[in-house]
Nanobody, 121 residues
Framework: VQLVESGGGSVQAGGSLRLSCAAS?????????MAWFRQAPGKEREWVAT???????LYADSVKGRFTISRDYNKNTLFLQMNSLETEDNAKYYC????????????????WGQGTQVTVS
């Protein structure tokens, strides 16, 4: 399974960005749980949001109401719409996939992308 993120960039506080994660590979399946994590310099990796195959979505309290996670099953793509961005959202954002039903624990996710940088000033 390969995961490739895109859509990061620089934005002013209060602005918006939309991240994408394209999944590919012969072993990828639509029932995989998909999630976004982020890591800021000098900080531990932090869970952001999860999208399950049963359409249940989960969010960290820090992004609830501002971020929206969604999936396009036809295109095997995961999205993260980020609105009302804050300087605290500065981080590298990673897409992750879990065969085994992970929720918000990073170690439950077997596949990871290389990340895309989000800079809020």
């Amino acid at each position: 399974v390969q995961l490739v993120e895109s859509g990061g960039g620089s934005v002013q506080a209060g602005g918006s960005l939309r991240l994408s994660c394209a999944a590919s590979g012969s072993t990828y399946r639509n029932y995989y749980v998909m999630a976004w994590f982020r890591q800021a310099p000098g900080k531990e990796r932090e869970w952001v949001a999860t999208a399950r195959a049963d359409s249940i979505t989960l969010y960290a309290d820090s992004v609830k109401g501002r971020f929206t996670i969604s999936r396009d099953y036809n295109k095997n793509t995961l999205f993260l719409q980020m609105n009302s961005l804050e300087t605290e959202d500065n981080a590298k954002y990673y897409c992750a996939a879990s065969r085994t039903g992970g929720t918000w624990v990073g170690s439950d996710f077997e596949y990871w992308g290389q990340g895309t940088q989000v800079t809020v000033s």
